[in-house]
């Protein structure tokens, strides 16, 4: 199993774990650019519209948004996401299939948010295209079926986020940072979107979906006349009404800098951010400025953050930071994912970079770089449709100058060190931040404690709670012969146990909408073969037999090094237990919280067991890994749910930590059946 979970969590990370330093070239002469000025006109009902022609090539991009005030949901908070689902579910001159069949053959594409819509496509179908956009967005139809279907999407995705860090860290950080009443600060729950009824999202579209403070902006190969034509046959009869506009008092920064600690057993890194309120303006005097002391800070793969946390202490994959600007309260953020063991350091590194751009001024190689990566990306944005039009809408929604974004790489150009400094002084905090860490607490507090930070407990709520229980002594009497010999006990005693000759299970799971099937074979001849299917398709397979061990990755089969081959082999039983408590090496290490519930955690070598302090049964096991750039990381799988089988008790529920939650049933359970010699060839 140790090697399976390593293989899976590089089949699902790899390509999202690897970071690189691209080079930044040298910076030229600013080069100039011709942002394309949107002609106007406003219908009857409030909507207006902005046209960008733009004849270099034969395409169109359509934008519709509602640039209506934020609101909270409160105990319906979920209306807006099913109404975002159920946009686009047909419309009442057109069946689903029916639409999305036309789209397709038109070469188009066509989609609707809550409050939002876009179409592009071929300027030679633009007429059809805005035809059946604006079906959509003005017709839609809200079934009883589609609204079951998706609600159980959704609350699929809140079920399997319960147990995932990055998730927990998110909710709980905008909690803390704006408050649960805040449109920015509540979260979704299952209790919360069961209170959404089908009535509440057409209520919702009937509120929020209204041409009061709509923008429509179209971008591409198109005759301002013709635009103004048909968009006033479309949308003209769109009755005029504006959503409500509800304010919010700004969120505060905490007094003093302080650790918001939530303690989450089965992390196996610790999520950080090190947060404060910003609240800027795109026509802030420090605007330029503050984009660019974010650049160095954070920005990417050169910046200080990353430089220091991942290249210099190699703690990390990656470490970044952002800041926005905009018309409402927004934060900056300096993140990262860190080993357990190093969270205390990682904290000081991140507080000591912030207070380092605040103090000294960043050198003119640094902001030479920064304007260079600016600059850059400006122009090559300035090739999108997508950005053109955002642009546009930016400039006419947040009352910016005309020549905003003509002057955008001059004002870029323009920004000085002590610019950079006075910025991060303004925005960047470090008398005032809020550390929002998620981790271990049995790993992670005693380096916290010593840093002499204030520390304050939450739960994965945001809700204020007391601090958590960390390793507890073991007591006297109990070693590691006497915990596995009540595990033995406890799932079928010695006798039965080595009575298995072997088990063959089958699992499910379902991974972002595609099923999964992990099935699994063993002996007591040290014989395993296991296999992870997706949709059908084998995605891995590896085989312990007499001879050695192989693996076959996506049609590609390797052998399993001989060095690696005794321990899959030891891993390869059916009961693990049966030989551990005779290794001298194996030892009680502690007793851990797992899931709310005391386990002794029983360790050996790299591998470390969890079993209930009550129940003797093993709730977990977790294994140190070591990714393809050095990296390590320990790596979870949870077991809980026994079922007897044959007098065997036996895991029907199995969670696996790959980089993503893979929650998984037992479906199928064969003791001394159901595996040939066949299998293991």
């Known amino acids: 199993m140790k090697k399976v979970i390593y293989i899976l969590a590089s089949v699902f990370l790899t390509m999202s774990m690897q970071a690189q330093i691209i080079p930044q070239p040298k910076p030229g002469p600013a080069p100039k650019v011709n942002v394309g000025k949107p002609e106007t006109f406003t219908l009857k009902n409030g909507l207006k519209v902005l046209v960008v022609e733009n004849h270099k090539l034969p395409t169109v991009s359509y934008t519709l948004t509602m640039d209506n005030a934020p609101y909270a949901e409160g105990s319906k908070k979920g209306v807006s996401d ?114 959404v009824t089908l009535a509440d999202v057409q209520d919702n579209y009937n509120t929020y979906f209204v041409p009061g403070n709509a923008y429509l902006v179209v971008v591409g190969d198109v005759k301002l006349k013709d635009v103004k034509k048909q968009v006033e046959k479309l949308f003209g009869s769109w009755e005029a009404a504006k959503a409500p506009n509800v304010s919010y008092s700004d969120p505060k920064d905490v007094q003093y800098t302080q650790i918001n600690f939530v303690d989450m057993p089965n992390a196996v890194q610790s999520e950080i951010s090190v947060v404060n309120v910003v609240n800027m303006k795109m026509t802030d005097k420090d605007y330029f400025a503050t984009l660019l002391a974010n650049q160095i800070l954070g920005g990417g793969g050169e910046g200080r953050l990353f430089l220091n946390l991942r290249e210099a202490h190699g703690w990390t994959y990656g470490a970044y930071s952002s800041v926005h600007g905009g018309k409402y309260v927004s934060e900056f953020s300096s993140s990262t994912s860190v080993r357990n063991t190093v969270t205390d350091s990682a904290v000081a590194e991140i507080l000591n970079e912030i207070k380092k751009i605040r103090t000294d001024l960043v050198s003119e190689e640094d902001l030479k770089n920064a304007k260079a990566k600016y600059v850059g990306s400006f122009v090559m944005n300035m090739e999108k449709p997508g950005t053109v039009a955002r642009y546009a809408l930016t400039t006419e929604t947040q009352n910016l100058p005309a020549d905003f974004y003509e002057n955008y790489i001059k004002n870029i150009n ?179 919280p797992i899931n709310g519930a005391d386990a002794y955690a029983v360790k050996n070598d790299k591998t470390t067991y969890y079993y209930d302090v009550k129940t003797g049964y093993k709730v977990a096991e977790s294994n140190e890994q070591e990714g393809p750039d050095g990296q390590k990381a320990t790596l979870f799988t949870y077991y809980g749910d026994y079922k007897d089988i044959k007098g065997i008790k036996v895991p029907y529920k199995i969670n696996m930590n790959v980089g993503i939650e893979l929650d998984l049933t037992v479906s199928e359970v064969k003791i001394n059946e159901g595996i040939t010699p066949a299998d293991f060839q």
Request: proline share 4%.
């Open 82 to 195: 099913m109404t975002a689902s159920l946009m686009g579910s047909g419309t009442k001159k057109m069946s689903k299939d029916a639409f999305n069949e036309e789209v397709d053959f038109l070469g188009a594409s066509i989609g609707y948010g809550s409050q939002s819509a876009y179409a592009s496509g071929l300027s030679k179908y633009s007429n059809r295209i805005l035809e059946l956009m604006a079906d959509g967005a003005l017709n839609p139809v809200f079934t009883q079926a589609e609204f079951d279907k998706q609600k159980a999407q959704i609350l699929e995705g809140l079920k399997s986020n319960e147990k995932s860090v990055p998730a927990i860290a998110g909710r709980v950080g905008n909690v803390l940072v704006y408050g649960k009443n805040h449109p920015n600060g509540e979260y979704l729950s299952e209790e919360t979107l069961n209170n």
């Open 414 to 592: 323009a920004v000085t060190p002590e610019d950079i400094r006075n910025a991060a002084k303004r925005f960047f905090l470090a008398e005032n931040a809020r550390i929002v860490i998620v981790g271990k607490a049995a790993d992670v507090l005693p380096g916290l404690e010593r840093r002499n930070i204030p520390i304050f407990y939450f739960d994965k709520y945001g809700k204020p709670t007391e601090k958590p229980a960390t390793k507890k002594e073991v007591p006297a009497g109990v070693t590691a012969k006497t915990v596995l010999d009540n595990y033995i006990k406890a799932v079928g005693g010695e006798a039965a146990l080595k009575n298995v000759k072997s088990i063959a299970t089958k699992s499910t799971a379902t991974v972002q909408g595609a099923p999964v099937v992990f099935t699994s074979k063993v002996t007591s001849k040290n014989q395993r073969a296991v296999e992870i299917t997706v949709m059908g398709n084998s995605m891995f397979k590896e085989v312990v037999n007499e001879k050695g061990a192989y693996m076959v990755q996506q049609g590609q089969k390797m052998d399993v090094p001989a060095e690696e081959v005794a321990e899959l082999k030891a891993s390869a039983v059916p009961f693990e237990e049966l030989t551990l408590a005779a290794n001298p090496a194996v030892k009680v290490t502690g007793i851990e």
